[in-house]
């Protein structure tokens, strides 16, 4: 009998002879080279490559294609690819119960009369329980209060059972409870969790508190309840993150809990330092784009690679974003409207351009491990790595180099602008199940909940509130404190569908032509501007 399969096992022939056609139809026919390439980044091949290896193969892959429209079909053909090897049917292939064993031998013409009786009676039995009641069927009752989470830490789910216990036990008859949605990074996890999150919101059904990212299901739907600004005074927000989770005024879509910067400059301070550089002036008052190319040129006398881009939690597009908000771009789309100029675009562009042409990036951006970009940084055999809050976390806690937070380029000192994610406790009421006390209950469970969220601090990201700041001192770590001055200058991520389509029809992939060399910095600006033209035009009708 076949076995479900470890992630060191080797991965069989037969493996790669179905990977193959599945690369042509994606790749065209650059799909066995591309393949061969993403092997090679990972000092594989394919006799000595294993199942571990298969999800930065994948990324590899998935990140050739050029047409990001279809790359979530893509995805979904590896990973089927793959469950099909490591998890073949005939291994979780169920052995036959006594009753179902019964009932096979009980299945003879012989038998045919007595069979029709027993359907009879299970028609009967079932037409009873189809019109029963089912208690069960909805996810929160009239006192029932549950919490959905797709982020997990043991910090968290201590802090928020605790909590649970003692808000049942103080408000009998309501019942709290916590469910932890599936997710954790793997991408049909997450896709499955998307899918039910859909259904109950579409079903009118959705759990009274969700922890997670702002999504237009939970903002724009009827059954969000909405925060107003007294819950959320003793928390010390800082102003420009609850500007971000504003309905007006006066109300907020959720309590916010967490926030990390998208894209980061965490540099080698020994290296650096070593070059004759001041980290803390450079802190303080910035760097200019032409600063910024002398030192990465500098530092290839001392480091095989200058600078490094991970994309763990982005694309090239953010990196771009991140420049252009330092060069003054700021909001790119707002009311419908496009606010970045073409001159802020095309400077941005030509200082993207400088970094490819000079050698400056790391030049297997789009395909390498991401994994071994933060091995490469924590070996000293990088200066700087444009990566996540969450990146920043696993160098310093691997405590091999010392990292020091710099600004984006051409940033103006203290009028640097960063882009913050966010994550907060988002409350609702149900349909058919709405009533005031409960709706304050739910508010109330998911103030307290935020204000004892310490645990976000273990999580790669930073608290929300100043409250959370000041009780875990965080401003004493230099990082932290450089990090903190900066808060107040966040842009809000845009997740309206015009921004999306401008990012990742028009300017993504021409990054992408960039760093492969299919066009030059004025082709690839020419093909925003059409792209732009065509887009902006369809909106406009």
Not at 279 to 296: C, K, P, T, V
Request: glycine fraction near 6%; aromatic fraction near 12%; include cysteine.
């Amino acid at each position: 009998m076949a076995e479900i399969k470890k992630e060191t096992d080797l991965i069989p022939e037969e493996f790669w002879d179905e990977l193959l056609p599945i690369c042509n139809k994606y790749l065209g026919t650059r799909g066995e080279e591309v393949l061969n390439e993403a092997l090679s980044v990972l000092g594989k091949d394919r006799n000595n490559a294993v199942f571990g290896d298969l999800t930065d193969i994948f990324n590899a892959l998935i990140n050739k294609l050029v047409y990001l429209d279809r790359r979530a079909d893509f995805r979904a053909e590896l990973y089927a690819l793959r469950r099909k090897y490591m998890v073949p049917p005939e291994a979780v292939k169920a052995t036959p119960s006594k009753l179902e064993l019964f009932i096979s031998r009980f299945l003879t013409r012989r038998n045919a009369i007595a069979l029709s009786i027993i359907l009879v009676l299970l028609a009967g039995a079932g037409i009873y329980y189809v019109f029963k009641p089912d208690e069960n069927s909805k996810i929160s009752g009239k006192y029932d209060i549950v919490l959905w989470s797709q982020i997990y830490s043991r910090d968290m789910e201590e802090t928020i059972n605790e909590i649970i216990d003692n808000f049942n036990e103080k408000y009998k008859p309501y019942k709290s409870r916590f469910d932890l949605l599936p997710g954790s990074g793997d991408p049909m996890a997450e896709m499955g969790t998307q899918m039910k999150i859909m259904a109950v919101f579409a079903a009118g059904d959705p759990p009274d508190i969700i922890y997670g990212a702002p999504n237009p299901i939970f903002i724009n739907g009827p059954y969000l309840l909405k925060v107003e600004r007294d819950y959320l005074q003793s928390l010390n927000y800082f102003p420009k993150i609850l500007n971000q989770v504003a309905i007006d005024d006066k109300y907020y879509y959720c309590y916010p809990v967490s926030i990390s910067p998208k894209m980061i400059l965490i540099a080698n301070k020994t290296l650096i330092e070593g070059l004759g550089y001041n980290l803390g002036e450079i802190q303080e008052r910035g760097i200019s784009w032409d600063e910024f190319i002398d030192l990465a040129d500098r530092l290839k006398l001392v480091t095989p690679y200058p600078v490094l881009v991970n994309l763990r939690g982005g694309t090239l597009f953010d990196v771009f974003w991140m420049s252009m908000v330092n060069n003054g771009g700021g909001m790119a789309v707002s009311d419908g409207r496009f606010l970045w100029t073409d001159k802020k675009m095309e400077e941005t562009i030509q200082f993207f351009d400088k970094l490819v042409k000079r050698d400056i990036i790391n030049p297997n951006i789009l395909g390498g491990r991401l994994s071994n970009n933060i091995e490469i940084f924590n070996d000293g055999k990088a200066g700087i790595i444009i990566g996540s809050y969450l990146d920043y976390m696993m160098i310093n806690n691997a405590g091999k180099v010392k990292a020091v937070i710099l600004p984006f380029p051409n940033n103006k000192g203290n009028n640097l602008a960063s882009l913050w994610d966010i994550n907060g406790y988002f409350c609702f009421r149900q349909r058919d199940n709405y009533n005031t006390d409960k709706a304050q209950m739910t508010l109330m469970l998911a103030k307290t909940l935020t204000e004892n969220s310490d645990w976000v601090s273990g999580t790669g990201a930073l608290p929300a509130s100043g409250l959370i700041w000041d009780r875990l001192n965080l401003y004493s770590e230099a990082n932290h404190r450089f990090l903190y001055k900066y808060i107040d200058t966040s842009v809000p991520i845009d997740t309206s569908p015009l921004f999306n389509q401008i990012a990742f029809e028009a300017i993504n992939p021409q990054l992408e032509n960039i760093v492969t060399g299919k066009a030059d910095v004025n082709q690839a600006m020419e093909n925003i501007r059409n792209s732009l033209n065509r887009i902006l035009s369809q909106n406009s009708k």
